[in-house]
């Protein structure tokens, strides 16, 4: 009888400690599930790197001129060519060189990207000079989003036209907006349907 009550309080001391033990383990499945890496956000940033429009200032030849001329160029991944943004002329500006404000303003394109906000580019004045600028859709420029200045006398909105290319028809299928005083050129319709350049270093 000792025996058999001994037994039991065995037992029953084993029943108490498996409980006590799966109450506090994770379950297998568990265990595989929590130690798997979540791959989602990962591969999400690993897409929108990969489809990263980078901005750089280089020579591209101009039919205009018929001579090469430093330009603002974007590198657009999933068509894998440069799009041409901004040729640098100097008869619109002063004081800096082509070559400068080439380099000056292509770090300023970049910027405004990496931080979401150049959805457009528009036209417009700041401290009485004609400026260019990144915007969101109707709105100002500001020194926030001032991209360039233009020589006084000049009509922003053609100079835009003109650097873009549109009136030499290089840029026939980019899509632009005229509103009132202000001109919005979409950039995504850029990146997506301007033409693609030959650059001096085709390396992106």
Known sequence: MQRNFILNIGLSTLTTIIALTNSIAPTFSQMIIGDLPDTSTQEKTENSQSDKVTFLCKEIFDPAGESNIPATVAWVPKRNGHVRLIGWKSQYFSTWSPEKRCESVTKNFQKYYDEGRLDYLSTGKRNGYPVICAAKQGESCTKD??????????????????????????????????????LHVEMQNVFDNAPLVEVEDSTN
């Open 145 to 182: 989003n001032h991209l360039f200045t233009i020589k006084h006398g000049h009509n922003p909105k053609i100079v835009l036209q003109r650097l873009l290319g549109i009136f030499e028809g290089q840029s026939s299928t980019v899509l632009y907006q005229s509103s009132g005083k202000q």
